[in-house]
């Protein structure tokens, strides 16, 4: 239901944008958030939302780099990541439907992930 893309091999400094659409259902209410998850590490929170058209939140390691947005006509969410950095390397997952925006284990709905790979 959800589909993520847009991930790919950048260089340090170089901009990706992922997108994530909805399939079946309508982001509308519920909370949509972005997750990465680097090898061996856990399910990190990058950016979200807790309804539509409410305030984005973003990590602290992504703060000023990287920014939320969505297309409620396409139903899908965006994330504009600029400045990339190798430590953004991972694997990046959509989710939706939480009540608790920051846990991983609270979603409902998980996309297929995108990889990203930034080199120096």
């Known amino acids: 239901q959800l589909q993520a893309s847009g991930g790919g091999s950048v260089q340090a400094g170089d901009s990706l944008r992922l997108s994530c659409a909805a399939s079946?259902?309508?982001?509308?209410?519920?909370?949509v958030a972005w997750f990465r998850q680097a090898q061996g590490k856990e399910r990190e929170f990058v950016s979200g939302?807790?309804?539509?058209?409410?305030?984005?939140y973003y990590g602290d390691s992504v703060k000023g780099r990287f920014t939320f947005s969505e297309d409620y006509a396409k139903n899908t969410v965006y994330l504009q990541m600029d400045s990339l950095k190798p430590e953004d390397t991972a694997v990046y997952y959509c989710a939706a439907d939480s009540k608790n925006l920051y846990s991983p284990s609270s979603y409902l709905y998980w996309g297929t992930g995108t990889l990203v790979t930034v080199s120096s």
């Open positions: 939302r807790l309804w539509s058209g409410g305030s984005k």
């Open positions: 079946g259902r309508t982001f509308g209410s519920t909370a």
